[in-house]
């Protein structure tokens, strides 16, 4: 959780700290001062990344130094640079365990069949057409259930891009539809930490914030789906493909057991999401059963089995021990807990760069000076929205973003009695949406590694998460002429109300 911002000096500029403040802190920048950093920054990550390709962790270490070294030369120790690094891997150590049970989870149900049969059964029952919005639609299901978007994505994400590869479809279509289902199901899960965690930072009922969310995610999930329809249909059953899909069928016949008892890690895990369970125990639970059903139904040796969920699967792993065709190689040869080894040393490198923009205090001078200006509610929550997407680019944590966009926008909504659903709403709707869809966040790099398809390919197929965020400015922008659909307002009761929350959760 982030301090609170200090807005009663938006007019000090290079107004020099007091001999306290000099020793521990960085002076805060005027507007064009940190414009220069900022904007350096900027050029690093579109020519560096966009343009030229080189390594989004080499080209964020190098924001971080620049950053680093400005709050340096302003005045800030660097120590405060790496001691805020350390704090935000502290928060974020359940994320990264998580990020590591899911390569061991994908190991051990590929070693089990699991995988192998959930991939047998959509290439039977699934028409290639409506493959799309299936992806969609069942990972909306899982993440509502779950409240995990890592864990629908890794887990029946990964089946439904083998029977992707396996049917001769778009892989980026696919993930597109996946990463808009389970982004979905984060978005309006009552058990998603990021649904969670944005009401109470924005003062708001859990569920009537999940309730004002409908308002943008249902015409997004609407729109979503007609463009899986109509992407679909395109999607002929020529004669070649379905050949391609028997014989898929009858290698992974001759190469797993493929028995209904290999239902029961997927079943493991979203029994204890249901219950509630530490999503931790629950992946370690399920992998185990998965380990299990290897060894019996496979007939795998236990260093096989563990082979698979530290280095991954191979085809050499095989319990047939034969020869695998390409397109079988390309479905099984996946997981384990060194394939998440560089999405982990992504979150050590944008952690530092976060921590070097936070000791600067770029981004607070830059957008405090557009908050005070705000006078109409579309630009309070267009303004609120495009910071929220900028702050979980630049910081990769939808949970610090959340607190640093109440800190900065939370008075712009209370002056003109916007009811905090609709902030808490802008939060979801941006940094919670988009953050997945950059290749520099944590997020980013998670779903991208685990689904194998690169964040700017799958981005215009993930519907849900962009068209959230647009429905989300145009409802707010014309407001004045639907009479404020969409928006809700502060009633007296709900100005009380939203006090006294506000006063229980900074408590």
């Known amino acids: 959780m982030t301090q609170a911002l200090d807005t009663t000096h938006d007019d000090r500029g290079d107004e020099p700290p007091g001999p306290e403040e000099a020793r521990s802190d960085a002076r805060r920048p005027s507007a064009k001062v940190a414009a220069v950093p900022a904007l350096i920054a900027l050029a690093i990550f579109v020519g560096g990344i966009g343009v030229l390709g080189y390594p989004a962790e080499l080209m964020l270490v190098l924001a971080g130094v620049l950053f680093a070294g400005f709050a340096v030369a302003r005045g800030a120790r660097f120590e405060q640079v790496v001691t805020g690094m350390g704090e935000k891997i502290k928060q974020a150590l359940p994320a990264i365990l998580i990020l590591f049970m899911i390569g061991v989870i994908i190991g051990s149900w590929m070693a089990a069949g699991t995988i192998p049969l959930l991939v047998s059964y959509g290439l039977r029952v699934i028409d290639p057409s409506f493959l799309y919005v299936l992806a969609f639609a069942t990972t909306a299901v899982v993440s509502t259930f779950t409240g995990t978007s890592w864990g629908s994505a890794g887990t029946i994400g990964v089946a439904l891009m083998g029977v992707a590869a396996a049917m001769d479809v778009s892989l980026a279509v696919t993930a597109g539809a996946v990463v808009s289902g389970a982004y979905f199901g984060d978005k309006m899960s009552p058990l998603s930490d990021t649904t969670n965690m944005s009401a109470i930072a924005a003062g708001a009922n859990l569920y009537e914030h999940i309730r004002h969310m409908l308002y943008t995610t249902i015409p997004a999930s609407v729109l979503a789906v007609v463009v899986y329809l109509l992407v679909g249909r395109s999607l002929g059953g020529s004669d070649a493909q379905l050949g391609d899909v028997e014989a898929i069928l009858t290698e992974l016949d001759t190469s797993f057991v493929l028995t209904p008892w290999l239902l029961l890690p997927p079943l493991v895990v979203l029994a204890g999401s249901i219950l509630r369970k530490p999503p931790l125990v629950v992946l370690f639970a399920s992998s185990t059963v998965a380990v299990v059903l290897a060894l019996i139904v496979q007939g795998s040796s236990l260093g096989t089995v563990l082979a698979a969920t530290t280095s991954g699967f191979t085809t050499d792993m095989l319990p047939t021990g034969g020869e695998a065709s390409d397109a079988l190689t390309t479905l099984v040869e996946r997981g384990g807990l060194y394939s998440m080894y560089t999405a982990t040393f992504f979150v050590f490198a944008a952690f530092f760069f976060a921590s070097g923009l936070e000791a600067s205090k770029v981004l607070r001078s830059l957008l405090e000076p557009v908050v005070s200006r705000l006078r109409s509610t579309g630009g309070v929550v267009v303004t609120t929205l495009v910071s929220g997407f900028a702050i979980v680019s630049a910081t ?108 229980d959760a900074r408590a």
């Open 396 to 503: 990769s944590n939808a949970l610090i973003t959340y607190f640093l966009v109440r800190d900065l926008f939370g008075g712009a909504f209370a002056r003109r009695r916007l009811h905090p659903v609709n902030l808490s709403r802008s939060m979801e709707d941006s940094a919670t949406l988009t953050e997945v869809l950059m290749p520099w966040t944590v997020s980013g790099v998670f779903i991208a590694t685990t689904l194998g398809v690169g964040n700017f390919e799958f981005l215009p197929w993930a519907v849900t998460n962009w068209a959230g965020f647009l429905f989300s400015a145009f409802i707010a922008v014309l407001a004045p002429v639907t009479g404020g659909f969409g928006i809700r307002r502060l009633g007296d009761a709900d100005a009380h109300a939203h006090r006294q929350t506000t006063e």
